[in-house]
C-alpha cells in the first residue's frame, strides 16, 4: 500500500513540475506580445480619447504623428499636437482592487473631455458598472479643477459633479478620491 501511495506522490509532483514548467514558459514566449498588445491598448485610447482615426495596422503610426509624450516630475503626460488635449493614467484602491484608467483633460487643463477604465476588480452589475460608457460620458465636460464630486442625491448636478453608480456608494467613493488624489498629483506637476 505505501508503494501506491510513493507512485501517487511521484507522479503528481512530476506532473506539477512539468505544468509549471510548460506555464512558464508560455509566460517567457508570450512577454513581448502582452507587452505589446498593451501598448496598442493605451495608445488606442489615447486616439479615441483625441477623436483621432486610425486602424489597427497604423496605430503606432498615427499615435506617433500626432500624440507627444511628455515627462515631468517623474509623471508622463500625453499631448494631441492639433488641440493640446492632454491626458495621464490613473490609478488608486477600488473596493474589491486596483482601478486603473486614462483621464482625458482640454488644453485648460480643468475640464475633462475622456475617462477610460483599463483594469477593475468591482462587483459586476453593481460597481462594475464603473466600465459603462454611459457612466463614463456622464464625466465628459465636467470640471475635475478644484475636484470632482460625485453625488448621491437626486439634485441636478453642478459643472463638477455626477451622478453615484446606484448601489455602489462605496466604488463611487472610491473613484471620486482616486480622480482627485490622481489629478491633484498631476496638476501640480503640470502647471510648474
Do not use: C
Not at 23 to 32: E, H, I, Q, R, S
Not at 121 to 135: K, M, V
Request: charged share 25%; no cysteine; proline share 2%.
Amino acid at each position: 500500500m505505501n508503494s501506491k501511495y510513493i507512485q501517487m506522490v511521484v507522479f503528481i509532483l512530476i506532473l506539477g513540475v512539468f505544468t509549471a514548467a510548460v506555464l512558464v514558459g508560455m509566460d517567457y514566449l508570450t512577454a513581448d506580445r502582452i507587452q505589446a498588445n498593451e501598448e496598442v491598448e493605451l495608445k488606442s485610447t489615447l486616439l479615441d480619447a483625441y477623436g483621432i482615426d486610425y486602424t489597427l495596422n497604423d496605430v503606432n503610426d498615427i499615435f506617433d504623428q500626432s500624440v507627444e509624450i511628455i515627462e515631468k516630475d517623474g509623471l508622463t503626460f500625453y499631448r494631441d499636437r492639433e488641440t493640446l488635449a492632454v491626458s495621464f493614467e490613473f490609478e488608486g484602491g477600488g473596493v474589491w482592487g486596483p482601478i486603473t484608467g486614462m483621464l482625458t483633460l482640454e488644453a485648460d487643463f480643468e475640464t475633462i473631455s475622456s475617462v477610460a477604465i483599463f483594469e477593475q476588480e468591482e462587483t459586476p452589475g453593481l460597481g462594475g458598472r464603473i466600465t459603462e460608457e454611459a457612466y463614463l460620458n456622464s464625466f465628459i465636460g465636467k470640471l475635475i479643477y478644484p475636484e470632482i464630486v460625485i453625488r448621491k442625491d437626486s439634485a441636478e448636478n453642478d459643472d463638477n459633479e455626477v451622478d453615484t453608480i446606484s448601489g455602489a456608494t462605496r466604488t463611487s467613493e472610491a473613484f471620486e478620491t482616486i480622480l482627485n488624489q490622481n489629478y491633484g498629483r498631476h496638476r501640480d506637476a503640470w502647471v510648474d
